[in-house]
């Protein structure tokens, strides 16, 4: 059964930096597009970023610069490493695979 499992979330102070991991487990991991999505008070659901079956990257234009999606694929985690966060970038994290997995979400706290 796949599963997605995130952790790594908290509270940062505006400007610091934080790094989410997505534990993945029952698909294949390696080839699979895989995404970030977050859920902003107030907003709703917003796609953040994600990366593709040959490791390319993309990213939303309010993180770009700033955020860097990466995988590894001997652990099966997917990462996304956030600096210079926002007060903004507050919300639920999640990992989603491409066949509609989603994991539970670490919440993301930015605010002096």
């Known amino acids: 059964e796949p599963q997605l499992v995130e952790s790594g979330g908290g509270l940062v102070q505006p400007g610091g930096s934080l790094t989410l991991s997505c534990a993945a487990s029952g698909f294949f991991f390696r080839k699979s597009l895989m995404t970030w999505v977050r859920q902003v008070p107030g907003k709703g659901l917003e796609w953040v970023s994600g990366?593709?079956?040959?490791?390319?990257?993309g990213y939303a234009d309010t993180v770009k610069g700033r955020f860097t999606c990466s995988r590894d694929s001997t652990t099966n985690t997917l990462f996304l490493h956030m600096n210079i966060l926002k007060p903004e970038d507050t919300g639920i994290y999640y990992c989603a695979n491409g066949f509609g997995t989603w994991g539970q979400g670490t919440q993301v706290t930015v605010s002096s």
């Open positions: 990366i593709d079956s040959e490791n390319t990257p």
